[in-house]
């Protein structure tokens, strides 16, 4: 059982890092597309910008004031739409600043708190996994390997240690060993008497 454990160990350390190497390639993939979107959006909304250009002097929240002020509903609508994507438009640019020119720790921070979902499974659809050598991947590696025994052995532990216990619980008594003898007492030495000499009777 031990050794079973042991190797169940082993393959999660190797699994941890080689899932885990892969992090950063996958976060290049991410800012990729990201700075895809980012650009389609830019696209988008170009023509709105000329409008802005030549009208309002490039400022283009005063065109979507007017198009606010606007009686129709639907170029109130437009006025909406451009200010939602004009929105996103600076989020995803910003956040392209951190993707693209920051350190990996940052864009991990990052990510945690504005990750794309559309994007991220975009991305994953369409990542090939690899054997990269970074010093970036070989951090997360063994950032990786190191969680994942460590979550392994978190888990066995109470088992393992309910294991000791009943196994001691149920040890039989002839099995359990033997409390030790008292030592036995020094023996003390007692010199015997020398019997006493035979005297012999006078000769005539």
Same mark, same amino acid.
């Given at each position: 059982m031990?050794? &079973?454990l042991?190797?169940?160990d082993r393959l999660l350390f190797a699994a941890?890092?080689? +899932? *885990?190497m892969q992090l950063p390639q996958f976060v290049d993939a991410y800012t990729q597309r990201y700075g895809g979107y980012h650009q389609a +959006? @830019?696209?988008?909304m170009a023509e709105y910008q000329r409008n802005a250009d030549e009208h309002y002097g490039g400022d283009i929240d005063k065109l979507i004031a007017d198009l606010h002020a606007a009686p129709a509903a639907g170029i109130h609508d437009i006025g909406d739409k451009l200010q939602r994507d004009r929105a996103h438009e600076l989020e995803m640019r910003n956040g392209l600043q951190i993707l693209e020119h920051e350190t990996l720790a940052? %864009? &991990? @921070?990052?990510? *945690?708190?504005? &990750?794309? *979902?559309d994007i991220a499974r975009a991305a994953w659809a369409s990542f090939q996994p690899g054997l990269p050598l970074s010093f970036? *991947? &070989? +951090?997360?590696g063994l950032v990786g390997a190191v969680l994942f025994s460590g979550l392994f052995n978190l888990l066995r532990w109470p088992f393992s240690l309910w294991r000791? %216990?009943? %196994? %001691?619980s149920s040890m039989p008594a002839a099995a359990k060993?033997?409390?030790a003898a008292p030592p036995a007492p020094p023996k003390t030495y007692k010199p015997t008497p020398k019997p006493p000499a035979e005297r012999k009777a006078p000769t005539l």
């Open positions: 031990r050794m &079973l042991g190797l169940i941890g890092f080689a +899932l *885990a +959006l @830019v696209d988008s940052r %864009r &991990l @921070v990052y990510l *945690a708190g504005h &990750l794309d *979902a970036d *991947a &070989l +951090l997360c000791r %216990r009943n %196994r %001691r060993p033997a409390p």
